[in-house]
């Protein structure tokens, strides 16, 4: 069982920063592939960022060099970067536990935190 927790979103102008965290409970944190995704209304939950438990990390082509994941296994927190953020960016954030390290799909998710852009 993992419960996930996220924190960090909030309103900020286009082109601001945000960094969202998520903390993990239970073992084994650092053998866990680990992603975020995200909700706009009236639109399908999507993959943003995924990090494995190695360490090794894939994004979606829309936020490629503008959003970073990484992963603390001594605190069991995964974190996401969000930089030159920008209107379409606006959704719910969900921290994931992916079913592994090649498989995208996920099993545990968290609350959500909600990240809005705008002016």
């Known amino acids: 069982q993992v419960q996930l927790v996220e924190s960090g979103g909030g309103l900020v102008q286009p082109g601001g920063s945000l960094r969202l965290s998520c903390a993990a409970s239970?073992?084994?944190?650092?053998?866990?592939?680990m992603g975020w995704y995200r909700q706009a209304p009236g639109k399908q939950r999507e993959l943003v960022a995924a990090?494995?438990?190695?360490?090794?990390?894939d994004y979606a082509d829309s936020v490629k060099g503008r959003f970073t994941i990484s992963r603390d296994n001594a605190k069991n927190t995964v974190y996401l970067q969000m930089n030159s953020l920008k209107p379409e960016d606006t959704a719910v954030y969900y921290c994931?536990?992916?079913?592994?390290?090649?498989?995208?799909?996920?099993?545990?998710w968290g609350q959500g935190t909600q990240v809005t852009v705008s002016s």
């Open positions: 994931t536990k992916l079913k592994g390290d090649r498989d995208y799909e996920y099993d545990y």
């Open positions: 239970g073992s084994h944190f650092s053998i866990l592939a």
């Open positions: 990090i494995t438990s190695g360490g090794s990390t």
